[in-house]
T-cell receptor, first 113, second 113 residues
Framework: KQEVTQIPAALSVPEGENLVLNCSFTDSAIYNLQWFRQDPGKGLTSLLLIQSSQREQTSGRLNASLDKSSGRSTLYIAASQPGDSATYLCAVNPLGGADGLTFGKGTHLIIQP | SAVISQKPSRDICQRGTSLTIQCQVDSQVTMMFWYRQQPGQSLTLIATANQGSEATYESGFVIDKFPISRPNLTFSTLTVSNMSPEDSSIYLC??????????FGSGTRLTVV
């Protein structure tokens, strides 16, 4: 059974810092990996999708990497802003694609102004 | 990516009653997924709904408690039956857009009193 772990569980940093959020998964047989953002009491916003054949994806100040063989992904946030405060979720899509996503417990991020 | 309209966005319900949550997708999809997010927790898959067949439930979730309908390729409902305070959660529907990743509805925040 796939297990997804996110470290750290919580992070509070001053504005402007560069951040790295970590995600690890136990089964490397994945179709893709997706990073989401969730604001309190809200739904999920997709940030980045990395296919199993890819090593990284970038969108604006966000960069996500994937090392499938070692079961790891990182989300890099450059020049953090207070508006980046949210919970960041890593989710793995297994091969076959019909089983839904397996989520980590998330990293709760607070950016101090 | 697909747009999913989910309603209601929130509700407060009496214990012992039932609530039906609706999700409408702006394009046809084969499978729809229903998730639960308990307070302070990550997302857990409840079931997968295919049009024209019975939903497939994950371990710990049963049809009598969470009946699902999937009358066509753009619509699904999840009912939370005979509710107790332990059912207080955010419920989300989702679709897999394959090479574009998963898209989620905005969620239904349920409080059972």
């Amino acid at each position: 059974k796939q297990e997804v772990t996110q470290i750290p569980a919580a992070l509070s940093v001053p504005e402007g810092e560069n951040l790295v959020l970590n995600c690890s998964f136990t089964d490397s047989a994945i179709y893709n990996l997706q990073w989401f953002r969730q604001d309190p009491g809200k739904g999920l916003t997709s940030l980045l999708l990395i296919q199993s054949s890819q090593r990284e994806q970038t969108s604006g100040r966000l960069n996500a990497s994937l090392d499938k063989s070692s079961g790891r992904s990182t989300l890099y946030i450059a020049a953090s802003q207070p508006g980046d405060s949210a919970t960041y979720l890593c989710a793995v899509n297994p091969l076959g694609g019909a089983d839904g996503l397996t989520f980590g417990k998330g990293t709760h991020l607070i950016i101090q102004p | 990516s697909a747009v999913i309209s989910q309603k209601p966005s929130r509700d407060i319900c009496q214990r012992g009653t039932s609530l039906t949550i609706q999700c409408q997708v702006d394009s046809q999809v084969t499978m729809m997924f229903w998730y639960r997010q308990q307070p302070g927790q990550s997302l857990t898959l409840i079931a997968t709904a295919n049009q024209g067949s019975e939903a497939t439930y994950e371990s710990g979730f049963v049809i009598d408690k969470f009946p699902i309908s999937r009358p066509n390729l753009t619509f699904s409902t999840l009912t939370v039956s005979n509710m107790s305070p332990e059912d207080s959660s955010i419920y989300l529907c989702s679709v897999d857009r394959y090479n574009y990743g998963y898209t989620f509805g905005s969620g239904t925040r349920l409080t059972v009193v």
